[in-house]
């Protein structure tokens, strides 16, 4: 609907401020980058990022100009005569986004233009597209089904599902705050762990009680939930927010799961174990310094205070807070 390739059937878009509705694709000022690369083959580097301006009717000094000065920006100077045969994937892509670079647009689209590299690569370009978006100072709208490139490329994120909106915000706003469950799956890796539970008053204290462990709710936020006492609700806590007892000595001991290690994913700076806890499973990232095996029965602590409530029923809203 940006682009002008679908019919809005409701609502107005505007870039800057110029409403956009009825107007042509060609005339609308932006400029897109896809998932291919969509080179031509049979020219150099500086004639794939020359071919839409003179398509356009620019002069010569014009175009060498917006060509060098794109070239410069993503680092290709030195690729200018080369074929897109000759060029690694990375390469390509830089061609590509210079491509709409050099028409100076009022807004870039970018539908999934990270997808075709391999995973080191697609990391420096995340980094490389950053840098672009604060250099060029333009808006760019950009399409992923990665939450990693979402969470850091974003300034403002929004998250759909089915066709519709399910929350906008900054990326550290959302992962905090999710408005519901498929928010708070969608953004975090590993995903949040989520339990069926109960909410439950014991000596006027209120806990959350799953098959399979009970822990209480931190005492500034037992208000949120004193209305709902014996209420059916789904308990997540992020892999983050879960340590073991040997180093977590800031959190409340009374928080803990007890379970059995099925999985241990050493990454370096953290320990990811899979934790068979009665009838259900979870996911803890703890500190790279634990020390268990497989099989082995260990203690783990609940930062209750980043604990996330949502109702059992769809959409799965946040309630408590």
Known sequence: MIAGLEEVSSGRIYIGDRLVNDLAPKERDIAMVFQEYA???????????????????????????RVKEAAEILGIMELLDRKPRELSGGQRQRVALGRTIVRKPAAFLFDEPLSNLDAKLRVQMRAELSRLHQSLKTTIVYVTHDQVEAMTMGTKIVIMKDGEIQQVGGPMEIYKRPLNMFVASFIGSPSMNFFPARVVSINSEIFIETDSFRVPVPRARQVGYQNGVEQEVIFGIRPEDIHSSAFSKEYNEEAFVEGKVEVIEPLGPEILLNIRCGRDSLVARVDPRVETDLGREIKLILNMEKMHVFETHPPHRRIGD
């Open 39 to 65: 080179l031509y083959p049979h020219m150099t580097v500086h004639k794939n990022l020359a071919f839409g301006l003179k398509m356009r009717g620019f002069p010569r000094e014009e175009i060498n100009q």
